[in-house]
């Protein structure tokens, strides 16, 4: 089954479908089950729990982990550099065990709520929240972010579902392994390295934020624009000279910073 296009896996989101997620077209590449989280069900995470035998994890953006007041674990192994995993919770169902698929379906949908605070939620629990990097794949392409993304781009929260697939007899599942699931199943395979070309093709990354005359000893007045890097909201600035919006030709020059040369 060849890898989908990223429009066909947004149009399985949107369904409330699952994709699986592969880092890229590898045959050694592993996959994670990988759903919106406002789209979750009991039925879905029963799929994941039967068929893909990892961790659910939910990803959320670092301001959610914070509005939700998640407590954030410090980890000791380097092994798991680059991730941050908070404190696992369940939220309030009466008459269901929170361990239940069902049980884990409602703390996720109320983890997504905007009326969700943490008094909602009980720690410890049974679903395990990760912290995706802001500026998604772009930042990091790990699966939280890849999953946080596809949530986003296909109208949804900025909040995702994810679980490692595992074969029957335990062992990490590679592309050949999640081919065969994903036809036995009925779902698309999504490759994190298309995402990434996706956003840069189809997205606008920087922000204008402001604008100021810059007064110079020799140059005389210059137009200083500032950008943002929506990615990782550093900040660039374009000093502009005369009247450049019918030449054919600008005069341009790229430079980086540098604290020493520019400073001392």
Known sequence: MPI????????????????????????????????????ITADT??????????VIYLALTEERIRELGILLIPHESSSFSGHLFGAAFS?????VAPVSAKGRAHTIQVAVSVKAKHGDLIVPGHVQPIQARSGGVLARSGRAEASIDLARLSGGKSA???????????????????????KRLGIKIVAITQLIAYRLRNESLVKRVAEQAFPTIHGGIYRAIVYRNEVDASEHMALLKGDISNANAVLVRLHSECLTGDVF
């Open 160 to 182: 995702g579902v994810i679980c490692q697939i595992l074969n029957d007899d335990g062992t990490i599942a590679v592309l050949p392994d999640l081919e065969r699931l994903a």
């Open 91 to 95: 939220a309030r169902l009466e008459g």
């Open 4 to 39: 989908a296009t990223v429009e066909e896996g947004l149009e399985e989101l949107r369904q409330g479908r699952m994709v699986i997620l592969v880092n890229e077209g590898t045959a050694d590449s592993d996959g994670f089950f990988c759903v919106p989280a406002e789209k």
């Open 45 to 54: 995470i029963n799929l994941m729990l039967l068929h893909g035998r990892g």
